[in-house]
């Protein structure tokens, strides 16, 4: 008799399906040595487990992702191609409180959402060391316009810097009061963790912002982060595989720390290598130096496409909202869930 053993049968069709989202073999998935980023940067899907963040913002992975849809009443997504619309349905739902809030509130029609995670999480192809567990979003400076971009659009359009030329201030002709109240209303909600933005558009708001401070020290300088301001999120309560960052510094930030920023030394260039060194290759990082957790969510089935449905904030298996929309090119725009 010629019977497969229905176990056999059943780890067949998960890895067939494992194979079909992650567009690689499954026999790689699990191997320890694989290159992280192969693996996650790949994955078209989330792993089909209750959301949970594992590791860190920098090394990590997340199952259970949900993508925030295309288009909501107060926000578009963009550069779809990237599919890294994805993270904790908690970052989710802030997403979206923070474009309605501001919208409501503050004088800015809505959000440009920039990358948030890959399906899985994990290292990426391109850009970003963090965005790893779903817990970090990127919002553009741009205001969001008042007419739905295409889909080519939204991968053309540029971001815009908020800086004056090549120095490290911010353009007054481009910086508006309502750019600061959307970065201060973000880092204002209690589960922000960190809010990233260029220093000259943290020295702006040291000079000019005339309200309530007790958020400015979680608005961290860093480099880059002067056409779109980077949201991180606590781990979520009960996520005991995910790391938290240490706290902000107390205080606004609006100090030495900052004068800092405006000194020659954050922008030297890399030390010039000495004649004779080899170039130092950079080492990838392997599945097996990701959290045990990583293995299993990229060998783990992903969730049907069938069931991007309404995806609820605190469902505990997620759906995605919102696959059916990695349109090849300018196609159907799924309809906006409800505002929730
Ligand atoms: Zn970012």
Not at 6 to 31: E, F, H, K, Q, S
């Amino acid at each position: 008799m010629n019977r497969m053993n229905p176990y056999r049968r059943l780890t067949r069709a998960a890895m067939l399906v494992c194979a079909l989202a992650t567009g690689i073999p499954a026999a790689n998935a699990a191997d320890g040595n694989a290159v992280a980023k192969q693996l996650f940067g790949h994955a078209k899907l989330p792993a089909a487990i209750a959301s949970e963040p594992h590791g860190f913002y920098s090394k990590g992975c997340i199952a259970g992702a949900v993508a925030i849809p295309v288009d909501g009443p107060t926000w578009q997504a963009m550069r779809l191609s990237r599919n890294r619309r994805w993270g904790h349905p908690d970052m989710i739902a802030l997403v979206e409180r923070l474009s309605r809030e501001v919208a409501q509130y503050d004088g800015w029609p809505g959000l440009l959402i920039g990358d948030i995670s890959q399906p899985r999480g994990g290292p990426m192809l391109s850009g970003h060391a963090s965005h790893q567990m779903g817990l970090d979003a990127d919002i553009w400076l741009n205001p969001m316009p008042s007419r739905k971009l295409s889909y080519r659009e939204r991968e053309d359009t540029s971001a815009v810097s908020m800086l004056k030329n090549d120095t490290l201030y911010v353009d007054p002709d481009r910086w508006t009061d309502a750019h600061a109240r959307l970065i201060v209303r973000a880092a204002s909600y209690p589960e922000v963790e960190r809010i990233f933005v260029h220093p000259g558009i943290k020295k702006k708001l040291c000079d000019t912002w005339k309200g309530d401070r007790s958020s400015f020290g979680k608005i961290r300088p860093y480099w880059g982060h002067h056409y779109h301001f980077h949201i991180r999120i606590n781990c979520p309560k009960g996520a005991t595989d995910c790391r938290s960052q240490a706290p902000s510094p107390s205080g606004t930030g609006c100090d030495k720390s900052l004068a800092w920023w405006f000194t020659d030394e954050p922008w030297k260039p890399a030390k010039p290598a000495k004649p004779g060194d080899k170039p130092k290759k950079k080492r990838e990082m392997r599945l097996s130096e990701l959290p045990a957790a990583c293995a299993r969510i990229i060998d783990a089935p992903s969730v049907s496409s069938e069931a991007a449905a309404t995806f609820q904030p605190g469902m505990a298996v997620a759906r995605a909202s919102a696959y059916s929309v990695l349109p090849a090119n300018d196609v159907p725009i799924p309809t906006p869930r409800p505002v929730n």
